[in-house]
C-alpha cells in the first residue's frame, strides 16, 4: 500500500500526507494537487490504523465534500466525515440544539427566507424603511454575527442607529427562535454557543475527532476559526490547506490573517509548500506569478510546471464593451473551430454580472451555446421555492414565513388585509402563523369566506402531513403538486414560460428520488435540510456544451482549458472602490490571479477603451493589473531566445472614420435629462453606431455618449 503514495504523490505532497500528529499548514499553491494531499493524507491516516469516524474533513462546498469522500473510499474503502462547514453545523444542531431551547427538526433558513424575517422584524417594530431598508438590516446583522462589523457597518454609526439595529437583532432572533428556525450565520454561530455552555457536549466531540483536516483554510471566517480552535483544542492534530493568494471573501467575512498567522496560533506547526502546478502552462504560472508578487500579503511561493510553455497569452484592447464582446465571440470561434476545443472547454470571467449583458448578446447573434453560472439559483426560482415551502410547513408547521409565502398560492381569495389580521393575532399570542390559521374560524371580524379560503389551506396541509411517514418524498411532492393544481396555475398565470417553470418542478422531482436512493433510510426532513446547505456551485457541471460566464468569484475552484477575462480596467477590475484601500486592492489582485491560474491551456484578457453606464460613456485606463502580470516580459523586451514567455500579442481594433448623425452637428445645442443642457463637441465613430462627445454647462470636462441610449434631446 505505502507503494501507491509514493507512485501517486511528489515530494512534498508526500510529506505532508505522512505528517501524522500535530499542527500541519500546507500552503499549496493553485493547481498543485491540494485535494489529493487531504485525499490521500485521510487515507493514509486510515491505513496506518486511525479508525475512518476518528477523522474530520471540513471545507467549503458539497461538491468538494463529495468528491474528497469518493477518492479516500477510492483508497482505503473506508470513507471519514468530510462535510461543509455549514452542514457540520446541522449535524452538531440536530443532535444538541435542545440544549439551546430549540426542537430537534428545526428549520434552515435561505436568504430569501432571512430577509422576509427582518421584514417582519421591522414591522412589528414600526419602523419605517427610511430609517434602513431591510436589506441593509439584514446585511448589518450578519456582519455582527460574523464578526466583520469593524469595517462593514459604516452606515449605522450614530447611538440612535446602533440602537435602531440591536432592536431590529432581538426582534429577528425572537421571530427565528418562535419559528423554530436558524438562518445560515447560525448554523455556525449555535455550535460554537454550545461548546462554550455545554463543555461535556465540546468534549465529546474533541474525542470523537482525533484528527481534523480543513481545506481551502484562507477562506475561513472568524467563527470557522473559532471551532477549528475548539475542535482541535485537546489533540492537536490539525492540518490546515490552503493559499493566502487565493484568499478573495473578504466581503463575506473570511479573514487572511486566519492562514498568515497559523503559525503563530498553533505552537509546533511544520509548514509544507506545494509549488508544482499540474494544470496549466509555463507561460499562464509565469504571468500570474508576476501579478501576485505585488502583493505583500502571502506566502512567498513560486508556481512552476512540467506541462510546458503552451500558447501566448493573448491581450486584446477594444474600442468599447461591445467590440470586446464581439472580440470575445470572435475568439471562442476560433478556440473551438481551430483549436478544437468543445464550448464546455471555455470559460468568460467578469468582475460583475451586469457586464455579461453584451457578451450574452454577441453569443446569441452568432448561435453561440452559453450558461451563466451564478445567476438566480435554481433553489431560488419562485415555482420551486412555493412547492419547497408547502414540504417545510409538513415537517415544521411552526414554520411562519413559509406559510405566509403559500397560504394564498394558488390563489385561493386569502388577501392582504386576511393575511394582515392573521399575522397580528399570531404576534399577539405569540404563536405560530399556522396555529392562527387552523383557529381562523374563531378570529372576530373575519368575513365567512376568508375563513373557509384559510381552512381550505389548512385541510391541505393536514391532509398531506398525514402522508409525510408513509410516502416516499418525490410522491409527496408530486401528489401534492397534482392536488394544488399548481402546473394549471403556472399556466394561466405565466403563459409565457410555463413549460420551463413545469420541467423545473420535475427536475425538483428528480433531485428528491436521487436523494432517496442514496439515503434510503432519510425523510422528507432530511431532503429539506441537504437542500437548504447546497449552492449553485454545487449544481454546477459541464456535462453541456456550452460556453461557461461567470463572476471571477465563481471560477474558484474550477478550471477550464480556455479561459478570458473581460473588463480589465481600473474602476472595472480592479473594482472602484478598491482603489483607494490597500487591503481591498490585495484582494482584487488575489481575484485576477485566482481568474488566470483556472486557465490550463489558453488565457486572453481584453479591456475597453470606454464602456457604457446607464447611456454615458466613461473613458476607461487600462487595469494596473495588465502591465503587472506581463512585467517581466517587457523588462526582456520582446522574446526570450532561450525559451522564456514572450510578451502578449496585443490587439488594438482599428477605428472607423467618424459617420455624420443626421439629427446632432458639432455646435448643436443638446439636452440630457440628468446633466442638463450641453453643447455637441465632437462626433466619434464606435464599432456600430457613432457617438457624441457633449460639454454640458457648467461642466470642465466633455462626456461621451452612445445616442441610442442617453436620451438626448436637440434644443
Known amino acids: 500500500m505505502i507503494e501507491v503514495f509514493e507512485k501517486n504523490l511528489n515530494p512534498q505532497q508526500l510529506e505532508a500526507v505522512r505528517r501524522l500528529d500535530g499542527p500541519l499548514m500546507v500552503v499549496a499553491g493553485a493547481g498543485s494537487g491540494k485535494t489529493r494531499v487531504i485525499t490521500f493524507r485521510m487515507a493514509y491516516l486510515i491505513y496506518q490504523g486511525i479508525p475512518a469516524s476518528r477523522i474530520l474533513g471540513l471545507t467549503f462546498t458539497n461538491k468538494a465534500a463529495d468528491e474528497m469522500r469518493e477518492r479516500v473510499q477510492s483508497l482505503v474503502h473506508a470513507a471519514p466525515l468530510v462535510s461543509t462547514f455549514h452542514s457540520f453545523g446541522a449535524r452538531i444542531l440536530r443532535n444538541e440544539i435542545r440544549h439551546l431551547g430549540y426542537t430537534g427538526r428545526f428549520v434552515i433558513y435561505d436568504e430569501d427566507d432571512s430577509l422576509r424575517a427582518v421584514k417582519d422584524a421591522l414591522d412589528s ?289 386569502i388577501g392582504k388585509t386576511t393575511i394582515d389580521r392573521l399575522v397580528a393575532a399570531s404576534r399577539e399570542k405569540r404563536i405560530p402563523l399556522y396555529e392562527v390559521a387552523q383557529k381562523a374560524g374563531l378570529l372576530e371580524g373575519l368575513p365567512t369566506s376568508a375563513r373557509k379560503a384559510v381552512s381550505s389551506f389548512v385541510e391541505i396541509v393536514e391532509e398531506f402531513r398525514g402522508k409525510v411517514e408513509s410516502l416516499a418524498p418525490h410522491k409527496l411532492a408530486e401528489k401534492l403538486i397534482n392536488k394544488l393544481g399548481y402546473f394549471e396555475m403556472l399556466k394561466k398565470e405565466f403563459p409565457d414560460d410555463a413549460d420551463d417553470r413545469i420541467d423545473n418542478l420535475y427536475e425538483l422531482l428528480d433531485t428528491m428520488q436521487t436523494f432517496e436512493k442514496g439515503n434510503p433510510d432519510a425523510g422528507l426532513g432530511d431532503y429539506l435540510e441537504r437542500i437548504s446547505l447546497i449552492s449553485d456551485i454545487d449544481r454546477w457541471e459541464d456535462k453541456e456544451n456550452r460556453v461557461n460566464l461567470m463572476t471571477v468569484h465563481n471560477s474558484k475552484g474550477l ?84 525559451g522564456g514567455v514572450r510578451p502578449p500579442r496585443k490587439i488594438v481594433p482599428r477605428r472607423g472614420q467618424a459617420v455624420a448623425i443626421p439629427e446632432l452637428r458639432e455646435g448643436d445645442r443638446v439636452v440630457h435629462p440628468a446633466f442638463g443642457p450641453g453643447t455637441v463637441v465632437s462626433l466619434e465613430a464606435g464599432y456600430e453606431e457613432t457617438f457624441v462627445r457633449v460639454l454640458f454647462d457648467g461642466d470642465s470636462d466633455a462626456r461621451l455618449l452612445s445616442p441610442t441610449f442617453a436620451q438626448l434631446k436637440k434644443t
Open 125 to 413: 417594530l414600526n419602523m419605517k424603511e427610511d430609517v434602513f431598508s431591510p436589506q441593509q438590516a439584514r446585511a448589518a446583522i450578519s456582519n455582527l454575527k460574523n464578526e466583520v462589523a469593524a469595517h462593514r457597518l459604516s452606515g449605522f454609526r450614530s447611538a440612535s442607529d446602533k440602537k435602531k439595529l440591536k432592536a431590529v437583532f432581538d426582534a429577528y432572533h425572537e421571530i427565528l427562535k418562535r419559528n423554530n428556525a436558524v438562518d445560515f450565520d447560525d448554523l455556525l454561530l449555535l455550535p460554537l454557543k454550545l461548546f462554550q455552555e455545554h463543555p461535556a457536549i465540546l468534549e465529546s466531540y474533541q474525542e470523537q475527532y482525533l484528527y481534523l483536516l480543513v481545506d481551502e483554510y484562507q477562506d475561513t471566517n472568524a467563527p470557522q476559526y473559532r471551532l477549528i480552535k475548539m475542535l482541535s483544542g485537546k489533540h492537536g492534530n490539525v492540518c490546515v490547506v490552503g493559499d493566502p493568494d487565493q484568499s478573495i471573501y473578504r466581503w463575506r467575512g473570511s479573514d487572511i490573517r486566519n492562514i498568515l498567522h497559523f503559525e503563530n496560533d498553533f505552537s509546533g506547526t511544520k509548514k509544507v509548500v506545494l509549488e508544482q502546478n499540474y494544470r496549466s502552462t509555463t507561460r499562464i504560472l509565469q504571468a500570474a506569478n508576476c501579478l501576485i508578487r505585488h502583493n505583500s500579503r502571502r506566502t512567498t511561493k513560486n508556481l512552476w510546471s512540467e506541462i510546458g510553455e503552451g500558447e501566448e497569452i493573448l491581450q486584446f484592447v477594444a474600442r468599447d464593451h461591445e467590440e470586446e464582446a464581439k472580440l470575445v465571440t470572435e475568439l471562442i470561434q476560433h478556440l473551438v473551430e481551430k483549436n478544437e476545443l468543445k464550448h464546455r472547454d471555455i470559460a468568460v470571467f467578469y468582475r460583475t454580472h451586469a457586464q455579461s449583458r453584451a457578451i450574452e448578446e454577441s453569443l446569441r447573434a452568432d448561435d453561440i451555446p452559453y450558461v451563466v453560472i451564478g445567476g438566480p439559483g435554481f433553489y431560488g426560482r419562485k415555482e420551486v421555492k412555493d412547492i419547497l415551502a408547502y414540504l417545510r410547513i409538513l415537517v415544521t408547521p411552526g414554520d411562519s414565513i413559509a406559510v405566509l409565502r403559500v397560504i394564498n398560492v394558488p390563489k385561493r381569495g
Open 559 to 642: 478550471e477550464f482549458d480556455a479561459v478570458i477575462i473581460v473588463g480589465l480596467e481600473e474602476g472595472i477590475f480592479p473594482h472602484v472602490n478598491s482603489l483607494e484601500d490597500l487591503d481591498k486592492l490585495e484582494e482584487e489582485r488575489r481575484l485576477c490571479y485566482v481568474g488566470m491560474t483556472r486557465a490550463k491551456r489558453f488565457l486572453c484578457v481584453t479591456s475597453a477603451e470606454r464602456r457604457l453606464r446607464h447611456g454615458l460613456f466613461m473613458d476607461n485606463e487600462p487595469s494596473r493589473f495588465v502591465s503587472e502580470m506581463f512585467e517581466a516580459e517587457e523588462e526582456r523586451g520582446g522574446e526570450d531566445e532561450e
